[in-house]
């Protein structure tokens, strides 16, 4: 809204023509979804008190977690509300990449939300049930990657990008980029949502990879940056940093009250967002492996889960004490703030990993 404000105030006086400035819009939204999420927080933490919108902890749980039993939950409907409105008053709406994420937003927290009212309302950790949660987001990454594809404009928007290498760009067939662009998102999204089980350790890795991801996403907007580092040229792809710093402002402002110990969880329908959000993001990118990368603790979280199944289901062990894999540490005696901060430390060190592949080519 103000990108178009500016554009029209500008014949009126020049100095309006700031609100038009990218930097400034992003540092706009930043702030503007911080102090959304900072100011009304404890009166949404309250309304959700109110509203018994409680946390139900899985019985064969860690014990430790036994005494989060009553904690505010769904709190990731305050990070989406200031994140959906940071964006509209602060990005070009004219932009089609900024409606793909919008959509994919509102999209994946649906799903999200009805399963966080469905435990709720069953009284215990069982929502929706795996199948029909596939199934959900399986229709709506089909549907949004379909559309990226049978409506891109410049090649390089459905070319696969391999890091290190300056010109392994080779454009996909539209099953290849539908199959791996859903892969990446539906992937994403559950990844993020296995990883929410300590406070605070899945929002500072999403805030901290929506900011490397706002940085390429900047680079490949800027016709200079990106001849520089030898990256394609894709015109829309700056607009994506204003989005991205809405989600890290409002992000460090839920990280606020969801810090050891949490006053309040963001439930599915934050995690499962969240992680949608990075993984649309990503695509829209075309840097899924880089984003791979950037999202290690992630990936590392969900690889436990898969490894635990297939180990139990065909040798009768488990070879971790309780998956995902932060509730082994957490068994092997780790403090939880332990975890949480260490997860961090190396979510920070794989990012800055991958940022490297940028300039190594």
Known sequence: MFEY??????????GFDVLRYLTVRTLGGTVTALLITIL??????????????EQYVRTDGPESHYKKTGTPTMGGVLIISSLLISTLLWADLSNRYIWVVLITTILFASIGFLDDFLKIKNKS??????????????FFSLSIISYLYFSYQEIAEISFIVPFFKNFIIPMSPLLFI????????????????????????????????????????SMGNQIIADYLYLPHL???????????????????????????????????????LGAILGIMAVLLRHELVFAIMAGVFVIETLSVAIQVISFKTRGKRVFLMA?????????????????????????????????????R
């Open 5 to 14: 404000l500016g554009s029209i105030l500008v014949d009126v006086d020049p």
């Open 40 to 53: 009304l927080g404890p009166l949404f933490i309250k309304k959700l008190k109110s509203m018994q919108f």
């Open 125 to 138: 950790s069982d929502g929706l049930t795996s199948k029909q949660k596939i199934l959900m987001q399986l």
């Open 179 to 218: 199959f791996i662009g859903s892969f990446v998102l539906i992937g994403s999204s559950n990844a993020v949502n296995l990883t929410d089980g300590l406070d605070g350790l899945a929002i500072l890795p999403s805030v901290l990879i929506a900011g490397a991801l706002g940085l390429i996403a900047y």
């Open 235 to 273: 015109k829309l792809s700056g607009e994506l940093i204003v989005f991205c710093g809405a989600l890290i402002g409002s992000g460090i402002g839920f990280l606020w009250y969801n810090t050891y110990p949490a006053q309040v969880f963001m439930g599915d329908v934050g995690s499962l967002t």
């Open 324 to 360: 995902p894999i932060h509730h082994h540490f957490e068994l092997k005696g780790w403090p939880e703030p332990k975890i949480i901060v260490r997860f961090w430390i190396i979510t920070l060190i794989l990012i800055l990993i991958a940022l490297a592949t940028l300039k190594l």
